[in-house]
């Protein structure tokens, strides 16, 4: 296939379907699939391939489509125009004309709902129309049961001839093993005058792209194909069964190439990695885990079972111990985490530290060195280096109103069971009694003891038994 640079390439992505058969209110091309929607696949390979402009025709949901688009720094958005009502492919484009007024060169059409298609794929369709001359270029493929695909009719000499779909085939025409995948590349002339020309004599009352290969043909200017050997590259999804074999195939396929690139995988069947999450060889990806969006694993870190990890930066050496669920964070080299710890986005830990069982923590900084090891809550917390929190603290940091910080400096010791009232700041080197309440700042290399006064009544609960069950008798009687 071809893979030079094309000139004056812009890309139309088709995304105005409900999706009837997904059986959901959500947009058929914003159902996700590894990670994002669908639709930010196309978007992916439309930008890789170096379109000058990408539109969106969108249409059910539209609100919501325009919404979900990707943007932000170094991202092309894209040009979004509204298809109501939907009336075929051919009428979706025609959306299109008022913006490809000004365009000269190749227009490439996709389908939001094709998420494999392959850049070499597209940017070979394109080259093979210009290279011929024609008009439009059409992705096509063979398979063994065609059933359901518009075929690709050839004269004598193999030239295009037109596509006919399935419920107008005439008899002969169902063997026919090649079919219309449903990608074309169109010269911006022809088809900005072509497109106004389309009618819709048809039973759906629709607008049909596929009829301009026909005008193609009929124009003299021809219509030519690009016969990919894997045709699984353009299949679509209709159904949420389609959207979970291809979801499964897709997470099998990208955990093979972690694997050929030195990740250890213990359980792959059991294991799904977004193709966005980036593993360095030596690190071990333990059963059911699960790894989402932009995170980055170290060198032998090891990671799980049962992980669930989306938006974080783990570094080299780190143990993810299982059960741990860890979002928008960044954990440092050497690191230990959990069993079941709850890291919520904003956690930063520093190398060596130490965050044990059933810890969470939120918007917090964690110094080198620095242990929280059970039972405990630290959020919105600055905590320096060598620091050590004992079990069941907690820093207060909500009053009903507003978030306050808690900084505790270098070295300081805190007992189990402290309760830290923000805005509170512990100096380096103090140390907090096990129990204590405290609510005020606590100066370097002090004890900070904050506990009630203990009083002891002996004997009162033997006489409260009594009376409870003297009290008991006299109700049953």
């Known amino acids: 296939m071809r893979s030079e640079p094309l000139d004056n390439l812009v890309t139309i992505v088709l995304a105005a379907g409900k999706g009837t058969r997904m059986n959901s209110s959500v947009p058929k091309v914003l159902h996700n699939l590894r990670g994002r929607p669908l639709i930010h696949h196309v978007l992916a390979s439309a930008n890789s391939l170096g379109s000058s402009r990408v539109i969106v025709v969108a249409g059910y949901g539209a609100h919501q489509v325009r ?217 071990e990806i333990r059963p059911s885990t699960f790894l989402h969006g932009d995170t980055r694993i170290g060198a032998r870190s090891v990671i799980g079972p049962g992980a669930v990890i989306t938006d974080t930066v783990i570094g080299a050496d780190v143990e993810v111990r299982p059960f741990c669920v860890i979002t928008g964070s960044r954990i440092g080299d050497g690191a230990a985490i959990g069993p079941f710890a709850h890291m919520r986005a904003g956690s930063v830990i520093g190398r060596s530290a130490r965050i044990g069982n059933y810890v969470e923590t939120k918007k917090v900084v964690i110094g080198d060195g620095s242990k929280v090891s059970h039972l405990t809550y630290v959020g919105d917390a600055d905590l320096g280096r060598d620091v050590n929190i004992g079990a069941g603290c907690v820093t207060c940091n909500y009053d009903g109103f507003a978030k306050h910080k808690t900084t505790i400096e270098d070295g300081v010791f805190v007992g189990s069971g402290v309760m830290m009232v923000a805005p509170v700041r512990l100096g380096r080197g103090s140390l907090v009694a096990a129990g204590s309440t405290i609510t005020r700042d606590v100066p370097p290399d002090a004890l900070a003891l904050g506990r009630a006064q203990q009083s002891v009544k002996e004997g009162w609960a033997e006489e409260r038994r009594r009376k409870l069950s003297g009290a008991e008798k006299e109700k049953k009687s």
């Open 67 to 283: 919404a979900a688009l990707p943007a932000g720094p170094g991202v092309q958005a894209p040009e979004v125009v509204l298809q109501e009502p939907q009336l075929g492919t051919g009428h979706a484009v025609a959306q299109c004309l008022a913006s490809l007024a000004p365009v000269q060169g190749t227009v490439l059409v996709l389908s939001g709902d094709v998420p494999l298609l392959k850049v070499e794929t597209l940017r070979s369709l394109a080259a093979v129309r210009k290279d011929a001359g024609a008009s439009v270029s059409v992705l096509t493929g063979h398979f063994d049961d065609p059933t359901g695909y518009g075929r690709m009719v050839r004269g004598d000499h193999g030239e295009v001839l037109g596509i006919v779909e399935q419920r107008d085939l005439s008899p002969g025409q169902e063997k026919i093993t090649e079919v219309n995948l449903g990608v074309y590349a169109f010269d911006a002339g022809f088809l900005k005058r072509e497109i106004p020309r389309l009618d819709n004599d048809n039973a759906q009352g629709e607008y049909y792209l596929t009829d301009l290969i026909g005008a193609a043909v009929r124009s003299g200017s021809g219509a030519v194909t690009l016969v990919t050997d894997e045709p699984g590259e353009a299949r679509g999804i209709n159904t949420l069964k389609e959207l979970t074999v291809m979801e499964k195939q897709m997470n099998r396929n990208h955990v093979a190439r972690l694997l050929d690139s030195g990740v250890r995988i213990v359980d792959p069947e059991s294991t799904w990695i977004d193709e966005t999450v980036e593993i360095e060889p030596d690190a």
